[in-house]
């Protein structure tokens, strides 16, 4: 099992930044994949960046360019770093671990809103 926990939500302006951070019970390297989604009121939750066991990171052309995902292996933390934040990334972001088994896990999530 793995047990995920969100931080770095809360409110910023258009163009503002953020940084999310994901903390996991055990080592990222023994987690096949690691990933943020978000998921807007009335939408469907959608995968934003993951980052894999060897450090590749995967990005939706909707964030690439702006958003960064990097990982700490001492500290088995993975941030997502949001720069030009725009309304509609409004959105409760999850952090969620994949097992090579198949197995996933969520976060509770973390509320990021963009708003003047």
């Known amino acids: 099992q793995v047990q995920l926990v969100e931080s770095g939500g809360g409110l910023v302006q258009p163009g503002g930044s953020l940084r999310l951070s994901c903390a996991a019970s055990?080592?990222?390297?023994?987690?096949?994949?690691m990933g943020w989604y978000r998921q807007a009121p009335g939408k469907q939750r959608e995968l934003i960046a993951g980052i894999t066991d060897s450090g590749i990171p995967i990005y939706a052309d909707s964030v690439k360019g702006r958003f960064t995902i990097s990982r700490d292996v001492a500290k088995n933390t993975v941030d997502l770093q949001m720069n030009n934040l725009k309304p509609e990334a409004t959105a409760v972001y999850y952090c969620?671990?994949?097992?090579?088994?198949?197995?996933?896990?969520w976060g509770q999530g973390t509320q990021v809103t963009v708003s003047a």
């Open positions: 055990r080592s990222i390297l023994s987690i096949y994949v």
């Open positions: 969620d671990a994949r097992l090579s088994d198949a197995h996933g896990y």
